[in-house]
């Protein structure tokens, strides 16, 4: 899925990577994240989806590249920014 989510973003206009998200293994990792943006750079997007239902996860998420957060939580995660 990863790979590709990789040659997707690879070969479309629009500036995305793919998502790490939607998998029957369950949803992003920090180390799916961490390793789409090292291969995709940062001329493409990264969206992080699928099991992020916290500010610590969404942060995270940033951290390892992600530049998008898809999340069904964000008024929970938006709530909890001090």
């Not at 964000?74 to 909890?80: D, F, M, Q, V």
Request: charge should be neutral; hydrophobic fraction near 45%; glycine fraction near 18%.
């Amino acid at each position: 899925m990863l790979h590709n989510g990789i040659e997707a973003g690879r070969t479309c206009a629009e500036p995305n990577g793919g998502e790490t998200g939607f998998h029957a293994s369950g949803g992003a990792t920090v180390a799916d994240v961490r390793l789409m943006r090292a291969e995709v750079g940062r001329v493409l997007g990264v969206k992080a989806s699928g099991g992020i239902r916290s500010l610590a996860d969404a942060l995270a998420m940033i951290e390892a590249g992600a530049n998008r957060i898809g999340t069904s939580a964000s008024a929970a995660i938006l709530g909890a920014i001090p």
